[in-house]
């Protein structure tokens, strides 16, 4: 993986000799540092803090698991699976799970717990983290089926 040096990587971009595990260190470093970068460091309580921690944590898990699925290093195409793959099923997501569920969990807070809290709770961290994996194993199913029949 280079860090700095540019060169040799348009070498390996331009003849496609950019193999697929070099890819995945690439997708993984990217999407380590989008995580990093969601963890709130002002006006937050722990909730807060142990929530973007835990992304990181999950999003590491969850993207070795989708690169494990595409194949590993025998896989091909990581970088434009999950890109594509993840894109639909982000908008399905959003569309089928995470709308009615946001809604459902307000009602829900509203009924029984005295309406929304100000802060972060268990309930926000545990509730991510749960839509987080969900997302995660959803892309991997379709990502380990287009690997298989890639195969077959």
């Not at 950019?18 to 309580?45: C, Q």
Request: charged letters at 15%.
């Amino acid at each position: 993986m280079y860090i700095w040096k540019i060169d040799q990587l348009n070498k390996e971009l331009i003849t496609g000799t950019l193999n697929e595990s070099e890819n995945f260190k690439y997708l993984m470093a990217n999407s380590i540092l989008y995580s990093i970068s969601m963890i709130p460091y002002e006006n937050t309580n722990n909730f807060d803090v142990i929530n973007g921690i835990l992304n990181v944590f999950i999003t590491i898990i969850g993207l070795w698991f989708i690169y494990k699925c595409n194949g590993g290093s025998k896989g091909n195409n990581i970088i434009q699976r999950y890109l594509s793959v993840g894109w639909v099923i982000s908008v399905r997501f959003l569309c089928l799970l995470l709308v009615p569920a946001i809604i459902i969990a307000i009602i829900l807070r509203e009924m029984f717990f005295g309406g929304l809290p100000d802060e972060s709770t268990l309930f926000d961290v545990v509730f991510m983290q749960a839509i987080i994996v969900i997302y995660f194993l959803w892309v991997a199913k379709h990502i380990k089926y287009i690997a298989k029949q890639e195969n077959a």
